[in-house]
């Protein structure tokens, strides 16, 4: 558990400070990943001798469905923070992702997406971006950022009937 805990210290905590409640999160997503972390890349995974990226796509991976579709939807977005109103829109002609609000948490429980200090946004850093974007094959990033497109107009048409 070492390596999670000093996992936990490399997040976004605050000069390392942690709140009870977040680490215990933490620690339990560190429980619930380990195993998709070793089979991708070794038990050496855990100290990211293998790279982040074995890591990065072992995290992607294990991500259920929703959240999944949800984050190659917003790889295609500008790296600024996003409104939280957008997910008050349907995707026309997406993918079902459910509620689009947990799926956001759950990305945000992984580091994948991170609310705004006044929880009104959320940005995806870049990078992040462009590496879900590479997984994608030509179809599916096709298909993504169409659908990411229409949520766009759909959220900021001035002719919403």
């Not at 409640?21 to 933490?26: E, F, G």
């Not at 796509?57 to 939807?73: F, G, M, N, Q, T």
């Amino acid at each position: 558990m070492r390596a999670g805990s000093s996992a936990v210290h490399r997040t976004s905590i605050p000069n390392g400070r942690c709140c009870p409640r977040r680490c215990a999160s933490y620690a339990a997503l560190w429980r619930e990943d380990r195993a998709v972390l070793e089979r991708a890349g070794g038990e050496c995974v855990a100290t990211y001798r293998r790279g982040l990226g074995v890591a990065f796509a072992a995290s992607v991976e294990a991500l259920p469905d929703a959240a999944r579709v949800l984050l190659e939807r917003l790889a295609f977005f500008a790296p600024d923070p996003a409104p939280g109103t957008l997910f008050d829109i349907a995707v026309p002609d997406g993918a079902a992702v459910g509620d689009t609000r947990a799926a956001l948490a759950e990305l945000a429980a992984r580091s994948l997406a991170l609310p705004t200090p006044d929880r009104r946004a959320f940005t995806i850093h870049h990078l992040v971006q462009h590496a879900v974007c590479r997984r994608l094959d030509p179809a599916a990033a096709r298909q993504r950022l169409t659908e990411a497109l229409n949520w766009i107009d759909a959220a900021f048409s001035c002719d919403r009937r």
